[in-house]
């Protein structure tokens, strides 16, 4: 569909820091192209571009409280198992039905989607990470319940 001199372009962008969608949105505004997202992330992996994920604050967590005497408590340190916590985009990316973000119990993160067609999809932060068994389980679980409370199941 581009050139070679587009997908150039396109492989600029990306390193620049632009997102998918902006890009979906630059390929349309100045080579009058529509694609899809979906097209759109499969040409950014064609050019062997890497789109850079936008890095989030981090977050602080205080030192453990000490016991009048000194101590550290016995829990002090042991944080609660962080789960795994699915959340369903408000903005669905195009080409899809519904599509969202989730991050696993060992803090790596992932976005997914199910297209228009019922096909699913899970894009690691990552590349190459693959979720434990039992949080691809509870994954499914958040998923299948948040969809059935919002109608699509």
Do not use: H
């Not at 340190?77 to 039905?97: F, I, N, R, S, T």
């Not at 969202?100 to 067609?117: M, P």
């Not at 590349?127 to 699509?152: C, H, I, K, T, V």
């Amino acid at each position: 569909m581009l050139t070679q001199e587009q997908k150039e372009q396109v492989g600029k962008w990306v390193a620049a820091g632009m997102g998918l969608s902006e890009v979906q949105k630059k390929i349309k505004e100045d080579f009058g192209i529509a694609m899809l997202y979906m097209d759109v992330r499969l040409l950014v992996l064609e050019i062997g571009a890497q789109v850079k994920d936008k890095e989030e604050p981090k977050k602080v967590v205080p030192p453990p409280e000490q016991a009048p005497d000194g101590d550290v408590p016995a829990d002090a340190g042991e944080l609660p198992a962080a789960g795994v916590e699915v959340v369903v985009d408000k903005l669905v990316v195009p080409g899809a039905m519904v599509s969202g973000q989730v991050r696993f119990s060992d803090g790596e993160k992932a976005r997914w989607l199910i297209d228009n067609q019922g096909r699913f999809g899970l894009e690691p932060a990552t590349q190459g990470y693959r979720p434990s068994d039992e949080d691809l389980q509870e994954f499914q679980m958040q998923l299948r319940a948040m969809l059935q409370r919002q109608g699509m199941m």
